[in-house]
């Protein structure tokens, strides 16, 4: 069902607008902002349980909870706010790095079954998704319960993602850069497929999410481990500042032009 709305232009009076999308277009900025957003969860994941010395299991609780608060803000709101977005994704992108490190770290459970069991995982969402929705388009985010399905897809791309970056960079020994170039190469491939021999938009959207996550955490782990590791020895503070500081001016940008760009409409009154 339409949203009304009250029309300011002509008082008394309600308009029926479409439902609106409450995940933001993907354009250059989207992959952009997506990349850092990956970045610092490995990097601020990294931070938190070992240089402030929290360990994974209270690392892992606290930013739980704070996810949780941040999803009730974005399932509050119906509608794409930028930093409510973006915020939820950098808090999901370290959780999602968290499940895997604690499977890995505490649990020692090797890494070919943390990917196969998320990568499963993510499937059944899906599967379950398409069953009830039809669509797995992340254009068409009009109500809570695609919303929820959307979220539960993208904590276990981040899951995923970590597990296939961790397997390859380490346990295969490629290193960070190798690691980062080759899924650099593979996106540059997805999305070659897409614009030239028009892959389908919905399976080229996901692969390329999900393969972002490994870049970016094969990134981030470049600029901060220690260059006896194969890092650029930066740290997890000032890689964590950087991108994090990256990520702010961009939602503000987002936000001023989105508010620049949006009609003027008063609050939302819910049709009976």
Known sequence: MDTLYANPAVPGTQQALPAVNRVPEVDAEFWIIKLLAVTVGETAADFLAVN??????????????VLIAALGLQFDVKRYLPWRYWFTVVLVSVVGTLITDNLVDTFGVPLEVTTTVTAALLALTFIVWFAYEHTLSIHTIFTTRREA????????????????GDYVAEAAGLGYLTTGLLFGAIIALIAAAYFLLHLNAVFAFWAAYILTRPLGASLGDLLSQPREYGGLGLGTVVTSAIFLTAI?????????????????????????
């Open 52 to 65: 402030l010395g929290l360990g994974l299991a209270t690392t892992t609780l606290l930013m739980s909870v």
């Open 248 to 272: 702010g001016a961009l939602v503000v940008w987002m936000s001023v032009k989105g508010f620049t760009g949006r009609a003027k409409w008063t609050a939302p009154q819910t049709a009976d």
């Open 149 to 164: 399905f959307y979220w539960a897809a993208i904590l276990l791309t981040f899951a995923l993602g970590t597990g296939v």
